[in-house]
């Protein structure tokens, strides 16, 4: 049976810091919002921790009025500017924009800010406060709407340091077992010895959503036409995580990982055994995963984002967006469903080399 499987991994919260982090995962039940964060970060399978320089709000005061916010983003030596209209953003801005304010109030630039409106009494009330991670969070989720003028790569790409997975333990527990790794970054000065109050160090938490593209002919067998029709192929969701965080480590090798998974895709517990025969994993948010031999591209229209692909024949490769990755197997089980039909006689005309594919 030949089975694709296509899988995109979703953030289940915005990349965050580790100085955030820790500070949510201690968050008391009774601190609703916290708990909100703590559940979402929780309801991730695998993750990702990267390095990237902290984006920093810079108000544009001056230009900005109750219709349009305007925000520069400055990292490093690189800036661009966000545009929040308060005709697309009603939830928001309420009765017109009233102004914004950084977090601690009065700095010049901050990493967080709020906004404020005017309520029905007149009054400017804040009503959401963000760090650029969330506001990208915010409206790739369609939760926000933004306007960017200018290239702001540097302030969604991360090196990439370490990928692990939480099929087994939950992230907020999970992530108590990384001093050694922690270690390991200060000791190399990757992070600073005060590592607990980095904002440099970025934690990201992915879940996994998936579907399967089966090719189904003749000469299928009756199980194989029941489990494409009905959608009961043998896979689970934790194989799944298992396999893409295998897959992501083979694919960028992080220098922090222990185990590389050399062999992959060959393994016990990822899909290897399963009813796919093919793998392919794309990141369907607005990132840029940096590694030494080169960039993944997320996006969440993933027809636009890279592809990880492995299948149970042993080749593994990272697609660039836009390259075809199913035409080698559509090509390959086409030629044997050719072979097929040679070995048991029948006769092909012109027009049958004509053919297309499709998903189940």
Same mark, same amino acid.
């Given at each position: 049976?030949?089975?694709?499987?296509?899988?995109?991994?979703? $953030? *289940?919260?915005?990349?965050? /810091?580790?100085?955030? &982090?820790?500070? #949510? +995962?201690?968050? @008391?039940?009774?601190?609703?919002?916290?708990?909100?964060?703590?559940?979402?970060?929780?309801?991730?399978?695998?993750?990702?921790?990267?390095?990237?320089?902290?984006?920093?709000?810079?108000?544009?005061?001056?230009?900005?009025?109750?219709?349009?916010?305007?925000?520069?983003?400055?990292?490093?030596?690189?800036?661009?500017?966000?545009?929040?209209?308060? $005709? *697309?953003?009603?939830?928001? /801005?309420?009765?017109? &924009?009233?102004? #914004? +304010?950084?977090? @601690?109030?009065?700095?010049?630039?901050?990493?967080?800010?709020?906004?404020?409106?005017?309520?029905?009494k007149g009054e400017a009330v804040p009503n959401i406060g963000f760090t650029f991670d969330e506001?990208?969070?915010?409206?790739?989720?369609?939760?926000?709407?933004?306007?960017?003028?200018?290239?702001?790569?540097?302030?969604?790409?991360?090196?990439?340091?370490?990928?692990?997975?939480?099929?087994?333990?939950?992230?907020?527990?999970?992530?108590?077992?990384?001093?050694?790794?922690?270690?390991?970054?200060?000791?190399?000065?990757?992070?600073?010895?005060?590592?607990?109050?980095?904002?440099?160090?970025?934690?990201?938490?992915?879940?996994?959503?998936?579907?399967?593209?089966?090719?189904?002919?003749?000469?299928?067998?009756?199980?194989?036409?029941?489990?494409?029709?009905?959608?009961?192929?043998?896979?689970?969701?934790?194989?799944?995580?298992?396999?893409?965080?295998?897959?992501?480590?083979?694919?960028?090798?992080?220098?922090?990982?222990?185990?590389?998974?050399?062999?992959?895709?060959?393994?016990?517990?990822?899909?290897?055994?399963?009813?796919?025969?093919?793998?392919?994993?794309?990141?369907?948010?607005?990132?840029?995963?940096?590694?030494?031999?080169?960039?993944?591209?997320?996006?969440?229209?993933?027809?636009?984002?890279?592809?990880?692909?492995?299948?149970?024949?042993?080749?593994?490769?990272?697609?660039?967006p836009g390259e075809n990755k199913t035409e080698?197997?559509?090509?390959?089980?086409?030629?044997?469903?050719?072979?097929?039909?040679?070995?048991?006689?029948?006769?092909?005309?012109?027009?049958?080399?004509?053919?297309?594919?499709?998903?189940?």
């Amino acid at each position: 049976m030949n089975n694709i499987l296509e899988t995109n991994l979703h $953030l *289940t919260h915005s990349p965050i /810091s580790i100085k955030d &982090f820790n500070r #949510i +995962k201690k968050s @008391p039940v009774l601190n609703t919002e916290l708990w909100r964060e703590k559940e979402s970060l929780d309801n991730a399978s695998l993750y990702i921790i990267g390095k990237r320089e902290a984006p920093v709000f810079v108000p544009r005061r001056e230009i900005s009025d109750e219709h349009c916010l305007i925000l520069d983003v400055e990292v490093g030596k690189a800036s661009f500017r966000i545009f929040i209209p308060a $005709l *697309t953003n009603p939830k928001y /801005s309420l009765n017109g &924009f009233a102004g #914004i +304010k950084t977090e @601690p109030e009065g700095l010049e630039k901050a990493q967080k800010v709020w906004l404020f409106a005017f309520n029905d009494k007149g009054e400017a009330v804040p009503n959401i406060g963000f760090t650029f991670d969330e506001l990208i969070y915010y409206a790739s989720n369609d939760l926000f709407h933004i306007e960017i003028q200018g290239d702001f790569t540097s302030a969604i790409t991360y090196d990439v340091l370490y990928v692990g997975e939480t099929v087994r333990e939950k992230l907020t527990q999970r992530f108590k077992a990384h001093h050694a790794l922690q270690d390991m970054l200060i000791e190399e000065k990757v992070i600073s010895p005060s590592f607990d109050k980095s904002e440099e160090l970025i934690l990201m938490p992915f879940t996994i959503d998936s579907y399967m593209c089966t090719m189904l002919t003749g000469f299928s067998t009756e199980n194989d036409w029941m489990k494409g029709l009905i959608g009961d192929f043998d896979v689970t969701p934790s194989q799944i995580s298992l396999d893409a965080e295998k897959s992501l480590i083979h694919s960028m090798n992080p220098k922090y990982n222990r185990i590389r998974f050399k062999n992959y895709p060959f393994s016990k517990d990822g899909l290897y055994k399963s009813d796919a025969s093919v793998f392919c994993y794309s990141i369907a948010e607005n990132m840029i995963l940096k590694y030494d031999a080169g960039n993944i591209i997320g996006y969440p229209e993933t027809a636009f984002a890279s592809s990880i692909v492995g299948d149970k024949d042993g080749y593994t490769k990272v697609f660039v967006p836009g390259e075809n990755k199913t035409e080698r197997y559509a090509k390959k089980w086409y030629a044997e469903h050719e072979r097929r039909m040679i070995e048991e006689g029948y006769a092909f005309t012109s027009s049958d080399s004509h053919h297309s594919d499709g998903c189940i």
